[in-house]
């Protein structure tokens, strides 16, 4: 079973405020009480975590769960979740910087205005309500700013690994009803266990596992402050929450399970590529095609750069990095698609395709769409046509129908794969960094490696023939 995360595809920014504007006076006060001293919490790759960014991350929590101050982990536990977040965000950010994926600031000012209009304010009331709860309006654009390299990285990342054959989609609508669709919402507790664990290794994480599902099924803790207190998932301080999902978003080793638990049931301990894990049925709901089940249609412009018999793909590249460095620069995106495309189609429109849905122009095309907000553009991306910049226009719900049942089906598969492809993606980078762990003092918590033995040689004595002494 693969390590669940939250949706592949939720809208830009929205987890972010209740971490970073409502933290209210625990924010400031720890800020404010970290200031005169900061040591190194972490030492990853080239890069460090400070102690007092840790610690404002902590205290964003602990805000979070002001008056359910009993349902976290201990302090030394919720440390170190939060050090772990923080270490994740490190290596994607140095990935992408790497690979030259950046934000610029037309996507920094559309996230922020986002951000503002999800809230029901102005920006002018964003940046009052950051001061007022002691953060500056830097901080939080670079916080924006790392949320968007992210969501980018994870754009491309997804070309040309997620493909979602006709035959998957043939046996998922073969099971998939024509009048109903069921969803579920599930939790997971994740134990843990690293890359080529050894047995001992893989008995300790059984054990505690067993322990944890033992405490919830006596009744001594409920799943989602199990899941707080002793998940390693990435969602451990959201409960383990792993939002509403339809059965083609769940991996079918147990889908069959899920569908005949009922809510509030546990099943578990699974082995899985990361560990073992608990998976709760929270709540389950049946949404009728014709009353509510509904697919995402999308408008959107772009600028194709073809590889073909005159273009090979390294020319094609070096263009649409081009081309992206202008629109970076603020060339307009109709007008140079208008002009440089190699779409004849869509050139003649300024780029524009108009309402499609998430599989029209392929799986690759479909995902970038559906990982950027309305307004921004995508770093170039390679389809079977050749190398794509996308701008998305527009989104719209639209009633799912025989006709479009197809793509909801290839949708939602393709959303497990990316999921559960980008889990192994982090957990691979997490194994091959460099992580030094500092303790409050700024000492290393890694184990000091073992001296080597110097080697003792034996030098057999060699006698002088004509003295009595032997030399050695």
Same mark, same amino acid.
């Given at each position: 079973?693969?390590?669940? @995360?939250?949706?592949?595809? #939720?809208?830009? *920014? +929205?987890? $972010?405020?209740? &971490?970073?504007?409502?933290?209210? %006076?625990?924010? =400031?006060?720890?800020?404010?009480?970290?200031?005169?001293?900061?040591?190194?919490?972490?030492?990853?790759?080239?890069?460090?975590?400070?102690?007092?960014?840790?610690?404002?991350?902590?205290?964003?929590?602990?805000?979070?769960?002001?008056?359910?101050?009993?349902?976290?982990?201990?302090?030394?536990?919720?440390? @170190?979740?939060?050090?772990? #977040?923080?270490? *994740? +965000?490190? $290596?994607?950010? &140095?990935?992408?910087?790497?690979? %030259?994926?950046? =934000?610029?600031?037309?996507?920094?000012?559309?996230?922020?205005?986002?951000?503002?209009?999800?809230?029901?304010?102005?920006?002018?009331?964003?940046?009052?309500?950051?001061?007022?709860?002691?953060?500056?309006?830097?901080?939080?654009?670079?916080?924006?700013?790392?949320?968007?390299?992210?969501?980018?990285?994870?754009?491309?990342?997804?070309?040309?690994?997620?493909?979602?054959?006709?035959?998957?989609?043939?046996?998922?609508?073969?099971?998939?009803? =024509?009048?109903?669709?069921?969803?579920?919402?599930?939790?997971?507790?994740?134990?843990?266990?690293?890359?080529?664990?050894?047995?001992?290794?893989?008995?300790?994480?059984?054990?505690?596992?067993?322990?944890?599902?033992?405490?919830?099924?006596?009744?001594?803790?409920?799943?989602?402050?199990?899941?707080?207190?002793?998940?390693?998932?990435?969602?451990?301080?959201?409960?383990?929450?792993?939002?509403?999902?339809?059965?083609?978003?769940?991996?079918?080793?147990?889908?069959?399970?899920?569908?005949?638990?009922?809510?509030?049931?546990?099943?578990?301990?699974?082995?899985?590529?990361?560990?073992?894990?608990?998976?709760?049925?929270?709540?389950?709901?049946?949404?009728?095609?014709?009353?509510?089940?509904?697919?995402?249609?999308?408008?959107?412009?772009?600028?194709?750069?073809?590889?073909?018999?005159?273009?090979?793909?390294?020319?094609?590249?070096?263009?649409?990095?081009?081309?992206?460095?202008?629109?970076?620069?603020?060339?307009?995106?109709?007008?140079?698609?208008?002009?440089?495309?190699?779409?004849?189609?869509?050139?003649?429109?300024?780029?524009?395709?108009?309402?499609?849905?998430?599989?029209?122009?392929?799986?690759?095309?479909?995902?970038?769409?559906?990982?950027?907000?309305?307004?921004?553009?995508?770093?170039?991306?390679?389809?079977?046509?050749?190398?794509?910049?996308?701008?998305?226009?527009?989104?719209?719900?639209?009633?799912?129908?025989?006709?479009?049942?197809?793509?909801?089906?290839?949708?939602?598969?393709?959303?497990?794969?990316?999921?559960?492809?980008?889990?192994?993606?982090?957990?691979?980078?997490?194994?091959?960094?460099?992580?030094?762990?500092?303790?409050?003092?700024?000492?290393?918590?890694?184990?000091?490696?073992?001296?080597?033995?110097?080697?003792?040689?034996?030098?057999?004595?060699?006698?002088?023939?004509?003295?009595?002494?032997?030399?050695?």
């Amino acid at each position: 079973m693969p390590n669940f @995360r939250t949706r592949a595809f #939720r809208p830009l *920014l +929205l987890a $972010l405020l209740p &971490a970073m504007l409502f933290a209210g %006076g625990a924010f =400031a006060q720890d800020a404010t009480s970290q200031q005169p001293v900061d040591r190194i919490a972490a030492v990853v790759n080239e890069d460090v975590i400070l102690r007092s960014e840790l610690d404002r991350a902590i205290a964003n929590i602990r805000a979070q769960y002001a008056g359910q101050e009993n349902q976290l982990p201990p302090d030394s536990v919720l440390e @170190r979740q939060v050090l772990e #977040r923080l270490v *994740l +965000l490190r $290596l994607q950010i &140095a990935r992408a910087t790497d690979a %030259g994926i950046t =934000a610029t600031d037309q996507d920094l000012e559309r996230a922020v205005q986002g951000v503002a209009q999800q809230n029901g304010m102005d920006v002018d009331q964003l940046r009052a309500r950051l001061a007022q709860d002691g953060m500056s309006f830097q901080e939080f654009r670079n916080s924006l700013r790392d949320e968007i390299i992210t969501q980018k990285l994870r754009q491309s990342f997804a070309q040309g690994r997620i493909n979602v054959s006709e035959g998957e989609v043939d046996a998922a609508m073969a099971t998939a009803s =024509a009048t109903a669709s069921q969803q579920f919402h599930l939790a997971h507790i994740l134990v843990a266990t690293p890359d080529g664990a050894s047995p001992e290794q893989i008995a300790v994480a059984q054990k505690k596992i067993e322990g944890v599902k033992g405490l919830i099924d006596r009744g001594e803790m409920t799943f989602a402050a199990a899941a707080v207190r002793y998940s390693d998932s990435p969602n451990a301080l959201e409960s383990g929450d792993l939002g509403w999902r339809s059965l083609n978003e769940i991996p079918p080793s147990f889908a069959a399970a899920i569908q005949q638990m009922q809510a509030g049931q546990v099943i578990g301990p699974i082995r899985g590529p990361s560990g073992f894990q608990l998976v709760q049925l929270v709540e389950t709901r049946t949404v009728a095609p014709g009353s509510g089940d509904k697919v995402t249609q999308f408008s959107a412009r772009q600028i194709l750069v073809k590889v073909d018999d005159k273009t090979d793909d390294a020319a094609a590249k070096a263009k649409i990095d081009t081309l992206a460095a202008r629109l970076a620069g603020g060339a307009d995106f109709a007008k140079l698609a208008g002009e440089e495309s190699d779409d004849a189609t869509t050139r003649r429109r300024g780029g524009a395709q108009g309402g499609f849905g998430a599989d029209t122009y392929g799986t690759a095309f479909g995902i970038q769409v559906a990982a950027l907000s309305d307004g921004q553009t995508s770093a170039p991306f390679k389809t079977d046509a050749g190398w794509v910049i996308v701008q998305r226009s527009g989104s719209r719900e639209i009633t799912a129908g025989d006709e479009n049942l197809r793509a909801q089906v290839r949708e939602t598969i393709g959303r497990r794969k990316l999921e559960e492809e980008w889990n192994r993606f982090l957990r691979e980078m997490r194994g091959e960094a460099y992580v030094d762990v500092r303790d409050a003092s700024g000492q290393s918590t890694r184990p000091a490696l073992p001296e080597t033995p110097k080697e003792q040689h034996k030098v057999k004595p060699v006698e002088r023939k004509e003295g009595s002494r032997a030399v050695f």
